[in-house]
């Protein structure tokens, strides 16, 4: 492996001998680097776009060449190449295993003009702190590594940048920053030690040293590696969304104390090992000497008061302060008088936009120099043209969207109106529970109730589930019993019609016979009463004959035979 980190060290150094890139642009592609050893440097150094594949292949000719000088010996075309240049510190103080030993055949202290055995040599501030080696630069000064000789311990030394160490305004304002920052007791925001002067006058001043890495340099990872593993990638977002609240909260504590960062970026963020989150570089802060009520309860520290020789420079109305991508529509403008917690409200927006998409709000917009094209990047901020989390990355929840649009809202009035108000709206998403600006459905609450009580949800869906399976095998019995019945009742309506016709003919049989014997009876009767007639007109007829007597006897036995037929 150490191979391989020589060959991409003289890459880098190369690339950087042959101005393809700046020193800066090298270091900052070394430090990510280190957390993609798999890759190589050129890989980092073109997706950051420091480099041009172009250029990528010129420089890797380069290093086949100085190997093929040096019979293939990197160490040695190494030491050779980095001898010219000033890097050799800067790399050391990277801290990785590896990168040491490739440096362990050069010494950098000798580099540097020190004796390895003795601090005699080394800038030596206030008779305590002693410079050991450059560890970063920023807009007013450069950060060194010290040993704080008092306490045997080492801080980070930050001593205004040599080129305007003799403007009276950047001074003023690097004074500032530095009592801003030691003013703002808050684990948050990073302690200063010590403030001084070099023998030249320019000011200086000692603060702890943040071992770790930049919220920009987390945020790179994270978006590199969340694709690998949705698992870790949810967990990396919400340690993430965790700094992001830690650093509301420091924000949150500045502005109870009257101050304003006005320069909120991931790159002035640091992330220590266990934890900690600080919130570096107030250089362009503002002071205004009024609290800001950020919560619940209101704040018991006064605000801060600058000594004289310390004031917050006056910030001239239309001059543009900040960072380009992060910076509020009233900042491009230069509104002066519009500047406020707004403001920073809107650069944390901006923030958690590139914590959930990956990219600032805004990308930039080059020119035909090669260079930020700040006139036409300051009028798109002022046009608010922010594509929404969500449709940029369409894995960002919705509600964590509208929370980025809330807070990057182009007008000062529709923001959060405090940044309390917008970490609170991030631990209510954490927590699970309903955010103040997005209204839920019936069937959203329902679903956060059961994420939130997983155990009844689970009992509730087991007895729905088998409640469910036992009606319907009950539905399945019922509907079968049903269809039985249904088929009896068919064949039952059947025999019923069968036994309705069949007694319809019987009655109408019976009816039909009765209907005849009736008849018969009726002729019988007529029969009868004919007869009888005409008996009792004979015996009327001959019972005044003499002798007629035993003819009429005859004549009515004869008759009541006939008649006792005729009754049968």
């Not at 293939?72 to 075309?77: A, T």
């Not at 790159?267 to 950020?294: C, P, Y």
């Not at 088929?487 to 039909?512: K, P």
């Not at 007869?531 to 004549?555: A, Q, W, Y």
């Amino acid at each position: 492996m150490t191979q391989q980190t020589d060959r991409n060290l003289l890459f880098g150094i190369l690339a950087l001998q042959m101005n393809f890139v700046t020193r800066d642009d090298l270091l900052k592609a070394m430090t990510a680097w280190l957390t993609r050893k798999r890759d190589s440097l050129a890989t980092v150094m073109v997706e950051q776009g420091s480099l041009s594949v172009a250029n990528e292949h010129l420089v890797i000719q380069v290093v086949d060449a100085q190997l093929a000088l040096k019979n293939s010996d990197i160490r040695e075309s190494l030491t050779s190449s980095i001898r010219m240049t000033d890097l050799a510190a800067a790399l050391n103080a990277l801290d990785d295993e590896e990168i040491k030993d490739s440096l362990a055949d050069f010494s950098c202290d000798s580099d540097l003009g020190f004796d390895k055995t003795s601090t005699a040599n080394r800038a030596v501030l206030d008779n305590r702190f002693v410079v050991v080696r450059p560890h970063a630069s920023g807009g007013l000064g450069d950060v060194s590594v010290a040993l704080d000789r008092e306490l045997n311990r080492e801080v980070a030394l930050k001593r205004v940048r040599q080129q305007i160490a003799n403007n009276p305004e950047a001074c003023a304002r690097f004074r500032m920053e530095a009592e801003v920052t030691g003013g703002l007791e808050h684990p948050g925001i990073v302690p200063v030690y010590s403030m001084g002067a070099t023998e030249e006058g320019h000011p200086f001043y000692a603060m702890r040293f943040i071992r770790g890495e930049t919220l920009h340099h987390a945020i790179r990872r994270y978006h590199a590696g969340a694709d690998n593993d949705a698992a870790a990638g949810n967990l990396a977002l919400r340690d993430l969304l965790r700094r992001f609240i830690d650093v509301g909260d420091a924000v949150s504590y500045a502005h109870s104390r009257g101050v304003l960062h006005r320069d909120l970026k991931p790159a002035n963020i640091m992330l220590g090992s266990f934890g900690e989150t600080l919130v570096v570089d107030w250089g362009l802060a503002r002071v205004h000497g009024q609290t800001v009520e950020t919560s619940d309860l209101k704040s018991v520290e006064r605000p801060l008061q600058l000594s004289s020789g310390s004031a917050s420079p006056e910030t001239q109305h239309g001059r543009i302060m900040g960072t380009l991508q992060y910076m509020s529509p009233e900042q491009a403008e230069g509104n002066t008088s519009a500047v406020g917690p707004a403001t920073d409200v809107y650069s944390l927006g901006t923030i958690l936009y590139e914590i959930l998409t990956g990219n600032p709000p805004l990308e930039k917009i080059m020119g035909g120099d090669g260079q930020i094209d700040v006139p036409k990047m300051l009028y798109k901020i002022q046009q608010g043209s922010i594509r929404p989390a969500k449709i940029v990355s369409p894995s960002v929840s919705v509600a964590l969207s509208a929370i980025c649009e809330k807070a990057t809202a182009l007008r000062v009035q529709d923001r959060y109106a405090s940044v309390s108000e917008l970490t609170k709206d991030i631990e209510r998403w954490m927590a699970d529970e309903p955010i103040s600006i997005v209204h839920e459905s019936g069937l959203q609450r329902a679903m956060r109730w059961a994420r939130k009580h997983q155990t009844l949800a689970v009992s509730i869906s087991a007895v729905l589930t088998a409640t469910a399976i036992g009606l319907s095998i009950f539905g399945a019995i019922v509907s079968a019993k049903n269809g039985e019945l249904n088929r009896l009742n068919a064949s039952l309506d059947i025999a019923n019609e069968d036994l309705q016709q069949s007694n319809e003919r019987e009655h109408s049989a019976r009816l039909d016979a009765e209907t005849s014997e009736l008849k018969a009876r009726d002729q019988s009767w007529l029969a009868f009463s004919t007869f009888s007639s005409v008996l009792n007109d004979i015996e009327d007829g001959m019972k005044n004959v003499p002798g007629s007597g035993e003819v009429r006897r005859n004549l009515l036995k004869t008759a009541l035979k006939k008649l006792d037929k005729v009754a049968a």
